[in-house]
């Protein structure tokens, strides 16, 4: 019988594999980058609810105080209509006659990207609040996040030369996510994915140190001044069982498919309207569309969707099978059509609002469907198609739920999701107009 030799040597006789080891950043240097961190974070919750609190006034100028003005029904088919396309000709004329073109094409960017020159930014925002107040399908954090990190960006250069470019940008990035989500843990969550692990570099948590920071700084400003919440008050699932697990695998994969859907259809969409050549005749048809798509899905198939979800959990068995796969189709047309004519704005938040909608179609269509498990559920499966990020996916599927009892079924649903999505197409385009896999 051969000695006992070290379970580490190879069988070829090579020297054993030299564990890989992550140097420590100093503390010093950490506590360093703790003020800069906070500031950024500060400032990026600021530009958020200033834009945030801007398009909500004007959204009631627009979508109340003026039809009622004018003795028209507030969400009727022409108000809809008038009001989108009014939206996509006022956008046009920024995209078109504002410096910079309100940034560069909405489909192909993401959450992040190069800095954006300062003169950018102003048209960026402008665009984008004309968007969330005229009741486009498109969120906020996109725009935000981009203006964010061109800020950061400049002022940082300015204040501290010396200092690398893209720690500004992981600061404005981690403070923009912990500002919209009222949380630091989604955006350790989103850098965390970005970071990889080569020998050499600092450790994990080193890097994720001062955005965090940043991120904590600013979910704690939107925390203090405006109280943002995503409690859906859906029922509680205190023990789930073998049905509830299949329940979550099937809702999360059949959704996966729903946004993968959308992604296959965006490219051609994008494409179609870019043929127009014009951002005064891109936009305004797009707002055409959207006013009629609105008219056809109802008022809560308009504006970004977070707050339409929680009116569509408030009353469960309201809305019937068809109302809420009619929803769950016209949502995801319009955040399509949103994304793809030129309207700037996120597609996180309208993409909830698809998954929760389809989920609650399931059950209607199965009353054994927990509606916590289906809006859960379905929220995580479209939003893997539509972000192909795993851990904001699974975090906001879970805030939703707001269930411990949820966390494991919904890490199990993730996983045939997740095979259904990777590989395949995003709801993102490259420069060429082609989509990213």
């Known amino acids: ?34 003020l800069p961190a906070i500031l950024v974070g500060v400032m990026t919750s600021l530009l958020f609810l200033a834009v945030e609190g801007l398009a909500e006034n004007l959204e009631n100028v627009l979508w109340e105080t003026l039809p009622d003005a004018l003795g028209i029904g507030r969400y009727s088919s022409l108000w809809m209509i008038s009001m989108l396309t009014a939206t996509g000709i006022a956008v046009g004329l920024v995209v078109w006659k504002v410096y910079g073109h309100a940034g560069p094409d909405p489909a192909t960017t993401g959450l992040g990207g190069p800095p954006l020159s300062p003169g950018v930014i102003p048209g960026l925002l402008i665009a984008s609040t004309l968007a969330l107040a005229g009741g486009v399908s498109l969120g906020p954090e996109f725009p935000i996040i981009a203006a964010n990190i061109g800020l950061a960006h400049w002022l940082g250069r300015r204040a501290a030369p010396g200092a690398p470019a893209a720690l500004w940008v992981s600061l404005a990035s981690a403070g923009t996510i912990g500002a919209l989500f009222g949380t630091p843990v989604a955006a350790a969550l989103v850098i965390s994915e970005a970071l990889t692990h080569s020998p050499g570099e600092a450790s994990l948590w080193d890097r994720l140190f001062a955005p965090l920071a ?121 955040l399509l059509v949103a994304a793809a004519c030129g309207f700037r704005g996120g597609r996180i938040f309208p993409a909830v609002f698809v998954g929760a909608a389809f989920g609650l179609f399931a059950h209607a269509v199965v009353p054994e469907v927990d509606p916590s498990i289906g809006v859960a559920a379905g929220v995580l499966g479209v939003l893997l198609a539509t972000t192909r990020q795993g851990w904001v996916s ?19 649903a993730s996983l045939p999701a997740w095979l259904v999505v990777t590989g395949r197409p995003q709801l993102e385009l490259d420069a060429s107009g082609h989509a990213l896999h």
């Open 394 to 412: 699974l975090f906001t599927a879970a805030v939703l739920a707001a269930s411990p009892a949820m966390l494991a079924l919904l890490c199990l």
């Open 1 to 34: 019988m051969a000695p006992d030799t070290p379970s580490a040597a190879p069988a070829d006789g090579a020297a054993p594999a030299e564990p890989v080891v992550h140097p420590a950043t100093p503390a010093r240097t950490l506590l360093r980058l703790t």
């Open 214 to 334: 940043a991120a904590g700084a600013g979910a704690m400003t939107t925390t203090l001044l405006a109280h943002p919440t995503f409690d859906m008050d859906l029922p509680v699932l205190t023990h789930p069982g073998w049905g509830d697990l299949l329940a979550a695998m099937t809702v999360a994969t059949l959704a996966a498919l729903v946004g993968l859907l959308g992604c296959y259809a965006f490219p051609s969409i994008h494409t179609g309207f870019q043929r127009l050549r014009h951002p005064m005749l891109m936009l305004p048809l797009g707002g055409l569309l959207l006013g009629l798509l609105g008219a056809l899905g109802g008022p809560l198939t308009l504006f970004k969707g977070l707050e339409q979800v929680k009116e569509l959990t408030s009353d469960i068995g309201a809305w019937s099978a068809g109302d809420l796969a009619k929803m769950t189709a016209v949502k995801l047309v319009a």
